[in-house]
């Protein structure tokens, strides 16, 4: 039953996914008739448009586009044109740089703020107004005092994938149950076995559940960012190719972020479920 | 006095809503031998639980100390082990990982071969080989129960404590498991204390079962001898001639007089030396009566 369920639910996919196709080929093909009914407009606007096509492309462009990309990810032709592979690459990089940075600060200021009701008092009230702020108004102080776009960017997706973080580890560690605590404190664990054996693991669903939440806005504001500062990164790629007026190639980026997204969240689900215990 | 374990005037108060505090007990006395197993009954509420963790060294006690084998007990020990009610299983952790987590706290610098061999022995002696590699999450209540069973015995305690261990169970699987206690601790001389709201486990598994009065201010009433044979059998406990007398009295004590021993107090009453009695089928005492051993 579950599997037919499971079967039925891609058969529906599909079918949805080909009807959105069908739809969208179809749309843009009307456009493209009123467009041939005045082949002088046409002419101008091919000349205007640079290399793209002005009009909507439909999704046999953006497939033959997206088999272009397949066949040459990284190529690098300077600033202005390199592949959308290596674009990627800028951009997974920095998420994972600043992701990474924040898992460091995060979980130990989160145990701390757990383990100490003192701490939890004393932290609250920056955290509190820390974690509204939006990534992106850090930018202007992050890029006046790093003077690095990069690291700025950096900066950036460290301090918002910090507070989920921080907050669900203080959250899951305070909830660690008592009775288990009181089996480390009868087998006199030492506070650091402890940590590790007993509420490191009981609070590792809890602690994952920030660390998606994370991953998915630091993934959210790094193309933001990268709109912003520039320079490398699929987020500029997006910006670049607006510019450019190649509409193809942004909805190629579209997909890119979205399937890139997915993976990140899917990979700490994984992580996510291999931790989760049940009771 | 060189007891075992000597509760020596212990008090625990808690702060009452409006002020002032609440006395859950004062200058309460109680001890025990080596190899003794006590039984400790009582309404619910009147702070048995708050015993046992002061046993255990979770909890300190306002007034008062506890001493074990000659030394005041000032937090959790790995001396005395406890079974906790809701058993407190990690539920990450296998059945041998949990048994393993205590016998590689207690002796660290164990090779890992040595500490699940232990482990394995303890998880044997319960009854649970061929299950070891379970968690918990996959046992039923018995099973869990008896993790929790191997997981203190593994560590050598000199002291079980054990807070309403079957309370949870059926009556089948707690008539099987009170066997395994009953036979590991008379083979190997445990000394245990325990919590029991079950006449009947306590005249089964206990030398010595301790009557508390119902709360606040609770107090050890008296404290009654098993009057039953050592080599007493659950299935044939209700042959024993003593048995009737004894049981008897326990309920007559739960049903009445904890409530109202407060207000009626036998002569000569004494916090520190409660009355030792010994009901039994040459002894039978009326209610109300508590006739002191000589
Ligand atoms: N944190 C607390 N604050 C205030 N009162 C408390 C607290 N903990 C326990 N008590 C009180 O202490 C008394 C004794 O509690 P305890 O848990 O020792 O009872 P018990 O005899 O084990 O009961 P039961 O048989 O229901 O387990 C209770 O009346 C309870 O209300
Ligand atoms: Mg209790």
Redesign the interface.
């Known amino acids: 039953m579950l599997t037919s369920l499971n079967a039925r639910g891609a058969l529906l996919s599909a079918v949805i996914f080909t009807v959105f196709l069908l739809a969208w080929h179809i749309g843009v093909q009307g456009k493209a008739s009123v467009a041939q009914m005045d082949p002088e407009y046409a002419r101008l606007m091919g000349v205007a448009a640079t290399q793209g096509k002005s009009a909507m492309p439909g999704p046999l462009d953006v497939g033959a586009q997206i088999w272009q990309h397949l066949q040459e990810p990284f190529y690098d032709r300077g600033p202005n044109d390199k592949g959308v592979g290596i674009q990627l690459a800028y951009s997974l990089g920095r998420v994972l740089l600043g992701y990474a940075l924040a898992v460091l600060v995060a979980l130990p200021v989160g145990f701390l703020i757990g383990m100490s009701p003192l701490m939890n008092r004393a932290l609250d009230p920056f955290i509190q107004v820390m974690k509204p702020i939006s990534p992106l108004a850090w930018m202007p102080l992050a890029l006046y005092t790093i003077k690095d776009s990069s690291i700025s960017a950096i900066f950036v997706i460290f301090i918002c994938s910090v507070w989920p973080m921080m907050i669900n580890t203080a959250f899951g560690v305070s909830a660690t ?1 008592k ?2 605590l ?2 480390a ?5 030492r506070p650091l076995r402890k940590a590790f ?2 509420i490191l ?2 609070a ?1 669903p809890t602690i994952l559940t920030g660390m998606r939440i994370s991953i998915g806005i630091a993934w959210l504001v790094i193309v933001a960012a990268e709109m912003l500062v520039g320079g490398t990164g699929i987020g500029y790629f997006v910006w670049n190719e607006w510019n450019n007026l190649s509409i193809t190639n942004v909805i190629v980026a579209i997909l890119v972020i979205g399937l890139v997204g997915m993976a990140l969240d899917q990979t700490l689900a994984r992580v996510a479920r291999a ?1 989760t ?3 | 006095m060189n007891k075992f374990i000597s509760i020596e005037s212990i008090a625990r108060r808690y702060p009452k809503a409006g002020g002032g505090s609440t006395t859950i007990f004062e200058n309460l006395w109680f001890s025990m031998n080596r190899g003794e197993f006590s039984a400790i009954i009582g309404h619910s509420g009147c702070g048995k639980t708050t015993v046992l963790n002061i046993l255990a060294g979770l909890e300190l006690p306002d007034d008062g100390l506890t001493v074990v084998d000659g030394h005041a007990i000032e937090g959790p020990s790995l001396d005395r082990a406890v079974i906790f009610q809701s058993h407190a299983l990690l539920p990450w952790r296998t059945v041998l990982g949990n048994v393993s987590y205590a016998v590689s706290s207690k002796w660290r610098d164990w090779s890992a071969e040595k500490v699940a061999a232990k482990a394995m022995a303890a998880i044997e002696k319960v009854g649970l080989k061929g299950s070891e590699m379970k968690k918990p999450a996959e046992l039923s209540g018995g099973m869990k129960q008896r993790v929790g069973i191997a997981r203190a015995l593994s560590i050598d305690p000199k002291i079980l404590l054990m807070d309403e261990p079957f309370s949870a169970l059926d009556a089948l699987t707690r008539g099987a498991l009170q066997d395994e206690v009953r036979r590991i601790c008379v083979e190997t001389g445990q000394t245990a204390f325990m919590i029991t709201h079950d006449v009947d486990e306590a005249i089964y598994l206990a030398d010595k079962i301790v009557l508390m009065t119902n709360g606040p201010e609770a107090m050890i009433a008296e404290i009654v001898e098993n009057p039953l044979p050592r080599d007493r059998r659950r299935v044939d406990l209700h042959r024993s001639p003593d048995y009737y007398p004894l049981r008897n009295h326990l309920i007559d004590f739960l049903v009445t007089r904890s409530k109202t021993f407060k207000d009626e107090m036998p002569e000569g009453y004494d916090k520190r030396h409660p009355p030792i009695v010994r009901p039994g089928a040459d002894n039978p005492l009326t209610p109300g009566e508590t006739r002191k051993v000589a």
């Open positions: 149950r009775e288990w009181n089996v404190r009868t087998l006199e664990v054996t007993i693991p009981a590792a931790v215990y049940p009771e």
